[in-house]
Structures are given as C-alpha cells and as structure tokens.
C-alpha cells in the first residue's frame, strides 16, 4: 500500500471545509488507491464543532483514512504535510470596509505563511481558498521564504467549473464536451472568463455562440454566480467550493487532461505582461505534480483590457498588504 498523504485543512469546521474533509478522506482527490491523513485545524471557538466533524469522519470506516488529527495549533496542524489548503478566514462582516477585510485576513495568512514554512514538508502545495484568495496566496508565500512561490496557488477553479456549466448550458451539450476555459486574473468581479480558445467537441464555441452572449450574459454571469448562490440559498456556495478544491489539487497533483488545461491563480512569472509575483489566474497544464501556464495564446483588445482590469486591482491588494511582503 502506498504511504499516506498528509493534507491540512483551515477552516475544517466551516461550511466549505465540512462539505471538503469527506471526500478528501473518501479517496476522490488522490484516487481509490491513496491512504490519507487529515490535519485538521480551526480556532479555538471552533474546536469543539471540529470534534463533531472528527466524529463523523470516524463514524464513515472510510478505509483510506488513516488517521485524522484535530488542532487549533499551526505548528501541529502544518506537521510534515504535503498539502496545504487554507480556508479558513475571516467572513466580512457589515459595514467592513475592503481594504479592512484585505487587512485583517493578511495577519492570518501571513502567519500560516511562516507556519507552513517552518513545519510543512519541503515540497508541500498550498491552496489558499480564503478571501481575498489571491491575495491571501501571494501573503502565505511571502512569509515562507524557505519554499518557492511556485508552490502557492489560489483558487479559481470554482469560477472555471461554473463557465464549463454556463457554456455547456447555452450549447446544448455536456461539460465533457468542453475544453479549453479559461479564467484570468482575480477571484473577484474583476475576473474575465474568457471562451475566446474554448472548444466545444472541437469546434471553436464562438462559432456556436455570438461575442455579444459572451460579454452580455455569460461574463458578468460568472463574476456574479456566487451572488446568485446567496441570494438563493440564503448561505454562499459550499458544495460546489469543496468540489472545485478537490479538481484543483487532483489536477496539480495528477495532471491535466491531453488536450485541455485548467484555470489557476499562480505567481505569475511576467506572461501575458502581468507584473511578477502577482498570483493571477492563468490557463495552466500540470504534469508530474507541477504546473505551467499555457503560453502564445491570443488576446484581443476586449480581452487584453479585462486582464489590466484584474491586474490593476490586484496591484492595489498588493500595496495595502506591502508591509507584509
Ligand atoms: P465559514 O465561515 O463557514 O468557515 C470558515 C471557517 O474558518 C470557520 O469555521 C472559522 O472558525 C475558520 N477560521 C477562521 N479563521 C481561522 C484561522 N485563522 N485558522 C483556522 N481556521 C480559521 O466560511 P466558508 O463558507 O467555509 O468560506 C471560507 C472562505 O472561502 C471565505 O473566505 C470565503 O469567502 C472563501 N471562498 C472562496 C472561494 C474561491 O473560489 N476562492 C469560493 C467559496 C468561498 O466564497
């Protein structure tokens, strides 16, 4: 039998991490045939709905589960794991100001930076899921000068899964049938979705459907879906976000599809002149563990000017966190 993975979860207890610690466990993220130990780790106010979830967890005979640890310390938590997915963090309250929710979440992940660094194994891969995700990413990696910031994502894959629905949707066809999406830039309103190389069972979608739907309807669709989702559930999307961190680390770790590539925020290391360092969503094929953003593909003016859009809001992100970088 192979070894176990160990994998960290922040936030066990909260919505995504409760809809997450399951399937991780149930062996859907590493395969049928890869034991896993979770690492589960909360706050202390917390610590006691994180026994309930231990329980459950223990309640599944989940034969891939090896063990499970349940803390409320960072450096017990970040033990030697091999992956990092960090949401838990603060929820903006009313009347918080932005910058104030930006601000507040830095102190959490830059100490969960430093904490990674000194306990993680040294090839660990981080997810940060928490908002303002890429942000909160470009925080953690920052504060682990030990680790490379190739090894910090955040997470837009959420985004990338709900445009494959929208499009398969108005298509008349099935998700399967799609490939090539791509979303660039923030985990925000800033985000483009971007059909523009999008394949729909080989055929471009944009001789299937017109530029004017793209820009009108299923742009602004996806940027606003997790508004939708409140709106109608009275709760933001939880099922749907432990799904997309269960595809983004499968894929990081196992690969993408021949022929397809998926959406991630990563450092950017200058293409499609974003500034470097910048942890901004890309198109990215991953292969043996690791990623590479997808390169030469063309942007027209539309696209180009929403990619400035995100990029702009990321610089200023960037400069209310500076101290911490
Ligand atoms: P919940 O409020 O249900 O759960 C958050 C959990 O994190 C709580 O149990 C809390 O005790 C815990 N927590 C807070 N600070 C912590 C810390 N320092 N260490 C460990 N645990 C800590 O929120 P939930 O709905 O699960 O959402 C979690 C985060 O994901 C939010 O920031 C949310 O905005 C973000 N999302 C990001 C998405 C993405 O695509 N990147 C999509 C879904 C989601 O909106």
Redesign the pocket.
């Known amino acids: 039998m192979k070894a176990p993975i160990k994998v960290t979860i922040?936030?066990a207890?909260?919505?995504?991490?409760y809809a997450l610690a399951f399937r991780v466990a149930s062996g859907e993220m590493f395969g049928p045939d890869q034991p896993v130990i979770l690492r589960l780790?909360?706050?202390p106010?917390?610590l006691s709905?994180l026994n309930g979830v231990g329980m459950e967890l223990e309640d599944c005979a989940l034969p891939l589960l090896h063990d499970i640890v349940l803390t409320d310390d960072q450096a017990i938590g970040f033990r030697e794991t091999d992956y990092a997915i960090l949401?838990?963090?603060?929820?903006r309250s009313k009347g918080m100001e932005r910058k104030d929710l930006i601000t507040e979440n830095a102190k959490?992940f830059s100490s969960?930076g430093r904490a990674i660094n000194d306990h993680a194994s040294g090839d660990v891969r981080v997810l940060v899921?928490?908002?303002p995700?890429n942000t909160n990413a470009l925080i953690a990696a920052a504060n682990a000068p030990d680790l490379d910031r190739t090894q910090f994502t955040?997470?837009?894959r959420?985004?990338h899964n709900r445009a494959l629905g929208q499009l398969a949707n108005k298509t008349n066809n099935l998700v399967a049938d799609i490939s090539r999406m791509t979303i660039w830039g923030n985990?925000s309103m800033t985000q483009y979705p971007d059909i523009g190389n999008c394949l729909v069972k080989g055929t471009p979608a944009l001789e299937l459907v017109s530029r004017d739907w793209a820009i009108d309807h299923f742009i602004p669709r996806i940027q606003r879906r997790?508004a939708e989702i409140i709106e109608a559930r009275g709760l933001?999307?939880?099922a749907s976000?432990a799904d997309?961190v269960v595809d983004h680390v499968h894929n990081w770790a196992l690969g993408t599809p021949e022929g397809d590539w998926v959406s991630m925020s990563v450092a950017s290391d200058g293409s499609y002149g974003i500034p470097e360092g910048v942890v901004f969503s890309y198109p990215v094929i991953c292969k043996d563990g690791s990623y590479e953003i997808v390169q030469g593909l063309d942007l027209d003016e539309f696209s180009q000017s929403r990619l400035k859009a995100s990029e702009k809001e990321l610089l200023e992100e960037r400069a209310i966190i500076a101290d911490l970088l």
């Open positions: 922040t936030g207890a909260g919505h995504i991490g780790l909360e706050i106010q917390a709905s949401i838990g963090a603060k929820p959490i969960q899921v928490g908002n995700a955040a997470m837009t959420l985004d985990h997790g933001s999307s939880a976000a997309a």
